[in-house]
């Protein structure tokens, strides 16, 4: 259940973007709930926030690596125009 709404989508055809989505509950679990701040503390959610590591991982390499943000953004029309 969404509750909210994103423009991650208007500034991805302006900007390289990602907008991961991580579950640590069960489809139907609401955040702001007891039983999202146990799951946040427990192991799910440890395991489940990996995927920022892996996040913080990709924007160091678009940073440090030589010619990976050119690349980045000479791609970014062509995807956007195809749609991805």
Same mark, same amino acid.
């Given at each position: 259940?969404?509750?909210?709404?994103?423009?991650?989508?208007?500034?991805?055809?302006?900007?390289?973007?990602?907008?991961? &989505?991580?579950?640590?509950?069960?489809?139907?679990?609401?955040?702001?709930?007891?039983?999202?701040?146990? /799951? *946040? %503390? @427990?192991?799910?959610?440890?395991?489940?926030?990996?995927?920022?590591?892996?996040?913080?991982?990709?924007?160091?390499? &678009?940073?440090?690596?030589?010619?990976?943000?050119?690349?980045?953004?000479?791609?970014?029309?062509?995807? /956007? *125009? %195809? @749609?991805?």
């Amino acid at each position: 259940m969404y509750l909210g709404s994103s423009d991650i989508g208007n500034v991805s055809t302006k900007v390289p973007a990602i907008h991961p &989505v991580a579950a640590i509950l069960d489809s139907g679990a609401l955040d702001h709930t007891p039983e999202f701040a146990a /799951a *946040a %503390a @427990g192991p799910r959610g440890r395991h489940t926030m990996l995927a920022a590591e892996a996040l913080a991982c990709t924007a160091a390499d &678009v940073l440090l690596g030589p010619g990976l943000a050119d690349s980045a953004w000479s791609d970014l029309p062509r995807k /956007a *125009a %195809a @749609g991805r």
